[in-house]
C-alpha cells in the first residue's frame, strides 16, 4: 500500500500547479501582444504603447517600422539597397502587430503640467550677431581657453569665435558643408564637418586638421559626425579621437589613433546610429580611461566602454531609454554630495517621425546607487528639451539647471524655450522656475557657461539655429526669418 501524501508532496504539486496557470496565462496573451514584444524589441527597448497617439502610430511609426523590416512576400521583388538589422516578419504577422498597436494606442496624449515660471531676474538677456545673415545658422558652440571668446561653427561651413570684450567675431576656417566641432590642444586643431545635415545614409562628413594657415583631412567618409572628443586615452602621448557618427538608420561611434605611419587608423567601437556625445571618465577605477557615450536614434542608452587594455573596449549600458524619449545630451556631476558621479539627461528630441508634444519629455536626474547602478530620482517636465548645464549659477552650494528646449510647444508654452532651475532645496528635488522675458526671440539649439566678465560668477550664452525642424506659428518663423540673432548672453548678476 502506498504511504500517505506528505506535505513536502503537496507543496510540489501546488507549485507544479500554479507553473502550469502561468504558462497558460502566459500562452493566453493575445497574439499581437506577443509578436509586438518579439519584434519590437528585437532592435531596442520596446516602448510603451501609450507612449504614441493612436495616429502617429499609423501614419507615421507603423509605415517607418515597415520599411526596417523583411516583410515576406512585400519586400522580395524590391530591389533597393538596405542598412542596418531587418527583422524578417510574415505579413500576417505584420497586420497582426499594427492591429494590436492601433487598437491599444491612446487617442492622444496626455499634457504636462507645466511649473508655474517667473521672469528670469538673476540673468541679463544681451543678444548679439557673428554674421550679417538673418535668421540663426550655429552648429557649434562651446567655450576654450579664454572665458570671454566663445567659438561656433554654422551651417555654411564657418568656425570661427566671437569676443565679448570686442563684440566682434573673428572667423579662423571655411569648410564646404555644416561644423558641428572643433578640437583645440597645444599645435593640435581638428574640425569636423557633417557633410550633409538632413538625415542620410550618405557618409560625406570629414574631420580636418588645422596647421597654422593649412588644412588637411585624416579622416573622410564619416556618417554625419556631430561629435569629437579628443584624449591621450591610452596615456602614450599621442591623442586619440572619438567620433560619434550620428548617421541615419546605420551609423556608429569610431575611434582614430595614430598608426606607425603617421596616419591615422579607424576603429569601430560600436556599430550603431546615434551616437552624439562622449565623455572620458575612469568609470571602475582601474587606473585606465573609459568612455561613457550617449547613443540616441532607436538604441537610447548611456553605454560605457571600459578600456580593458591598450585602446581595447568592452561596451556594458547603464541606462537604457525607450526609443521614442528623444534623449540629446548628458552630463555628469555629483548632484547629492556623495563622491560619486550621477548622471543629468535630457529628452526631448522631436524632429523625427513621431513629432508630437509628449508628456515624457524633460530633465532627469539619475542617482549613482556606487556600484555603476543610477536609478532616477528627480524628473523636470519640459516639452523638446534637448540642453542641460549643471551649474552652481548663485553659488551656494548646490547645482542649479539652465534647459534649452529647441522643440518646445509653441502654441501653447513658448516660454519654455528657456527654463532655469534656481535649487531651493537639493535634498527633495525643489526648484524654482524662471523663464525668459523674451523666450521666441530665437529658436534656441546649443548652450555653453564661463565667466565671461571675470566677475566671479558664470555666465551663460545660448545659440540659435532656425532651421525648420518642426512646425512653428507663422508669426513666430517670420520673426526669425527677418531678425539677425545668433547667440545671447545670459549675464549673471551675483556679482
Not at 60 to 67: G, K, R, T, W
Not at 73 to 89: Q, V
Not at 467 to 474: A, D, E, H, N, S
Request: proline residues 5%; glycine residues 6%; contains cysteine.
Amino acid at each position: 500500500m502506498p504511504n500517505p501524501p506528505t506535505i513536502f508532496n503537496f507543496c510540489a504539486v501546488f507549485a507544479l500547479l500554479l507553473l502550469m496557470g502561468s504558462c497558460k496565462k502566459e500562452h493566453l496573451k493575445p497574439k499581437g501582444a506577443q509578436l509586438y514584444d518579439n519584434y519590437c524589441a528585437s532592435c531596442h527597448i520596446a516602448p510603451k504603447i501609450e507612449e504614441l497617439p493612436k495616429h502617429v502610430w499609423k501614419e507615421s511609426v507603423l509605415p517607418a517600422m515597415m520599411e526596417r523590416m523583411e516583410v515576406e512576400g512585400l519586400n522580395d521583388d524590391k530591389n533597393t539597397e538596405t542598412t542596418g538589422y531587418r527583422p524578417k516578419i510574415t505579413f500576417e504577422e505584420l497586420v497582426q502587430i499594427q492591429s494590436y498597436i492601433i487598437s491599444n494606442a491612446p487617442d492622444q496624449l496626455k499634457t504636462i503640467n507645466v511649473p508655474q515660471a517667473d521672469t528670469l531676474n538673476q540673468f541679463i538677456p544681451k543678444p548679439y550677431v557673428v554674421d550679417t545673415l538673418n535668421e540663426g545658422m550655429i552648429t557649434y558652440l562651446e567655450f576654450m581657453d579664454e572665458s570671454n571668446k566663445v567659438f561656433y561653427g554654422d551651417l555654411i561651413g564657418t568656425l570661427g569665435f566671437f569676443n565679448f570684450d570686442q563684440k566682434s567675431s573673428k572667423q579662423i576656417y571655411q569648410g564646404k558643408t555644416p561644423v558641428t566641432w572643433y578640437n583645440k590642444k597645444d599645435s593640435v586643431e581638428m574640425i569636423t564637418e557633417i557633410g550633409i545635415i538632413r538625415p542620410s545614409e550618405l557618409e560625406e562628413g570629414k574631420l580636418m586638421l588645422k596647421m597654422g594657415e593649412d588644412t588637411l583631412s585624416i579622416q573622410n567618409n564619416l556618417h554625419r559626425p556631430v561629435h569629437t572628443l579628443m584624449d591621450d586615452l591610452n596615456d602614450d602621448g599621442k591623442n586619440e579621437f572619438v567620433v560619434s557618427e550620428f548617421g541615419n538608420q546605420s551609423g556608429r561611434l569610431s575611434l582614430l589613433y595614430e598608426n606607425e605611419s603617421g596616419g591615422y587608423s579607424k576603429k569601430v567601437l560600436l556599430n550603431l546610429p546615434g551616437a552624439i556625445k562622449t565623455v572620458v571618465r575612469d568609470m571602475n577605477n582601474d587606473g585606465k580611461k573609459d568612455i561613457v557615450s550617449l547613443m540616441t536614434q532607436s538604441n537610447e542608452s548611456i553605454t560605457v566602454f571600459y578600456q580593458t587594455d591598450n585602446l581595447v573596449f568592452e561596451a556594458e549600458n547603464i541606462l537604457q531609454f525607450s526609443p521614442v524619449f528623444g534623449t540629446s545630451w548628458f552630463e555628469l556631476m555629483d548632484y547629492n554630495g556623495d563622491g560619486l558621479e550621477d548622471i543629468i539627461t535630457v529628452h526631448g528630441d522631436n524632429a523625427d517621425i513621431s513629432y508630437v508634444h509628449k508628456p515624457y519629455h524633460g530633465m532627469r536626474i539619475y542617482l549613482n546607487n556606487g556600484d555603476n547602478t543610477y536609478s532616477e530620482a528627480f524628473f523636470y517636465p519640459m516639452y523638446g528639451a534637448t540642453r542641460v548645464l549643471s551649474r552652481d549659477f548663485d553659488q551656494d552650494g548646490d547645482l542649479d539647471f539652465a534647459l534649452i528646449s529647441t522643440f518646445p510647444n509653441y502654441q501653447e508654452f513658448p516660454e519654455h524655450s528657456f527654463v532655469y532651475l534656481e535649487n531651493k532645496d537639493a535634498v527633495n528635488f525643489e526648484f524654482t522656475t524662471s523663464i525668459l522675458e523674451d523666450p521666441s526671440l530665437a529658436r534656441w539649439f546649443l548652450m555653453d557657461a564661463s565667466d565671461i566678465d571675470n566677475d566671479g560668477d558664470e555666465d551663460i550664452v545660448l545659440s540659435s539655429l532656425t532651421l525648420g525642424f518642426t512646425p512653428v506659428p507663422k508669426e513666430i518663423a517670420d520673426r526669425w526669418k527677418n531678425n539677425n540673432v545668433d547667440i545671447m548672453l545670459l549675464e549673471n548678476l551675483l556679482y
